[in-house]
């Protein structure tokens, strides 16, 4: 039975009929709707709507259902009109005409909702434990490449020399700060909308604080129109998405890059490269290139979001319907792409003699050079022309600063003393970045306790949610 024949005297298009089913996608969200039932299903019996034995009735068939939901059989059904209907024909099914009472006093826009609500809770929770996964990969890999050094790069050329693990850390940054963007999500979409009605707020006296507290929110929403409409916590859970997405295809560029030949700082592991059909001797890096291409899908998730909520008036409109799949979508994409690249990143080698060998030429220790001059009292000005000057020389005569001449050193700057070459060494010039946040060893390893600090306060979050 159709949820809303009554009032109508011709059937649907069969084409339009099929069309406007959601039941096709949302019915992910099944564990979430019985939730919701059930918690609704106690409320009803406090508005004296249910006796108690119509109650139990309900919950057992409510739990029958996520018994069958197991089977993916159990959710072909070409007639329910979404994970709504569906359940109340399930339920019907099973207990009779008691089912039926259960649609007392609610309506479909606070269920979606609030079922929408819950499965993006749930995302976050699960994509926290991943990250955290990662995060923790990556702070590993951070402390065992100890002093291991790298080239740094502006504009993509050589800039200055950095340690392996400050480079990992820098996408710890970006992940952890993630990580917040969704804690800090998870806390402002916690509000039940049961209890809200279709759109004025519900007709029965329900208790919706004792709905929310049963489905784990901390408070109900506080505006019937706003709940039923307000999907602000899917456009803001996909949004940070994308900036999550955007990260990883940033690192994934950045393996593509360090990976080929030309670089060889990065040796990707088989387990997540492919061959060539055509060319025998390839190795590919298809796990990050698919990674950088995701980006593109999850990006467009959060912009069809953006487009289909502008303009909407108050409150449901069935446009919201298609706020469903770019949900989904994004959410089931990136819990792959966290997982493939948490697993990448800790098979992936490093080779730390290209690396450092590539630290030794370029002259990445131009800058620790010029300010050699300015703790001689050169205006940096002046010091940055004149070391550019010699810069000039070595490139005409093929060798790094540190294999100039003295006596040419001296034509260019004339302050310059012996110990210049001692200052040109490279744990000299990490060790001049000591300050907070620098390259310098001692604020790195800084640097990785703060992180295993944040990563142990992480962890502690996700076990309070778990
Ligand atoms: N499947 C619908 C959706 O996802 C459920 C809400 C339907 N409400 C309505 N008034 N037709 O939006």
Same mark, same amino acid.
């Given at each position: 039975m159709k949820m809303w024949a009554g009032r109508f005297r011709q059937p649907l +298009?069969?084409? $339009?009929?099929?069309?406007?089913?959601?039941?096709p996608f +949302?019915?992910?969200?099944?564990?979430e709707e019985l939730a919701a039932s059930r918690a609704h299903a106690r409320a009803l019996v406090g508005a004296g709507v249910l006796s108690q034995g119509e109650l139990d009735s309900i919950l057992r068939g409510l739990d029958e259902i996520g018994r069958q939901a197991a089977t993916p059989e159990f959710l072909q059904d070409d007639e329910a009109e979404d994970v709504h209907h569906f359940v109340e024909k399930r339920l019907v099914a099973l207990i009779g005409e008691a089912g039926y009472k259960l649609h007392s006093g609610r309506s479909r826009n606070e269920q979606i909702a609030t079922d929408l609500c819950l499965y993006v809770r749930r995302s976050i929770d699960n994509l926290?434990?991943?990250?955290?996964?990662?995060?923790?990969?990556?702070v590993a890999r951070a402390e065992k490449s100890g002093v291991a050094a790298m080239p740094s790069y502006t504009h993509l050329q050589p800039a200055e020399p950095v340690l392996v693990a400050h480079w990992l850390l820098a996408y710890a940054e970006m992940f952890f700060r993630d990580s917040g963007r969704l804690a800090d999500c998870r806390k402002r979409l916690n509000?039940?909308?049961?209890?809200?009605?279709?759109v004025a707020g519900a007709t029965l006296p329900l208790d919706r604080s004792a709905m929310a507290a049963e489905l784990g929110f901390d408070q109900p929403t506080a505006n019937s129109l706003d709940a039923t409409s307000d999907r602000d916590f899917?456009?803001? $859970?996909?949004?940070?998405l994308s900036l999550l997405a955007i990260h990883f295809s940033r690192l994934a560029e950045e393996m593509i890059l360090f990976s080929t030949r030309e670089f060889g700082f990065v040796r990707l592991p088989e387990a997540f490269s492919t061959g060539s059909s055509a060319m025998p001797q390839k190795q590919n890096p298809d796990a990050m290139e698919l990674i950088r291409g995701k980006a593109a899908r999850v990006i467009g998730d959060a912009m069809s979001l953006a487009v289909t909520v502008k303009g909407l008036p108050l409150a449901y409109n069935k446009d919201l319907q298609e706020t469903q799949e770019p949900v989904f979508s994004a959410a089931e994409t990136m819990q792959t792409v966290v997982a493939i690249a948490a697993g990448f990143m800790s098979a992936v080698e490093f080779d730390y003699d290209r690396m450092q060998a590539a630290?030794?030429?370029? $002259? %990445?220790?131009? %800058?620790?050079?010029a300010h050699y001059l300015v703790a001689r009292g050169v205006p940096f000005r002046r010091a940055h022309e004149q070391i550019g000057q010699a810069v000039q020389w070595c490139l005409e005569n093929h060798c790094e600063l540190e294999d100039m001449p003295f006596g040419e050193l001296r034509r260019f700057a004339p302050e310059a003393d012996h110990d210049f070459y001692s200052r040109l060494t490279l744990d000299a010039v990490l060790g001049c970045h000591n300050v907070e946040g620098?390259?310098?060893?001692?604020r790195v390893?800084?640097?990785?306790?703060?992180?295993?600090e944040r990563l142990a306060a992480l962890k502690g979050e996700q076990h309070a949610h778990a």
């Open positions: +298009d069969p084409e $339009f009929e099929r069309w406007q089913r959601s039941f +949302d019915r992910r969200l099944i564990e926290q434990r991943s990250l955290g996964e990662l995060l923790e990969t990556l509000q039940c909308p049961l209890g809200s009605g279709a899917a456009l803001e $859970f996909v949004q940070t630290v030794g030429s370029g $002259f %990445m220790n131009a %800058m620790a050079a620098g390259t310098a060893p001692a390893r800084h640097a990785l306790a703060e992180a295993r």
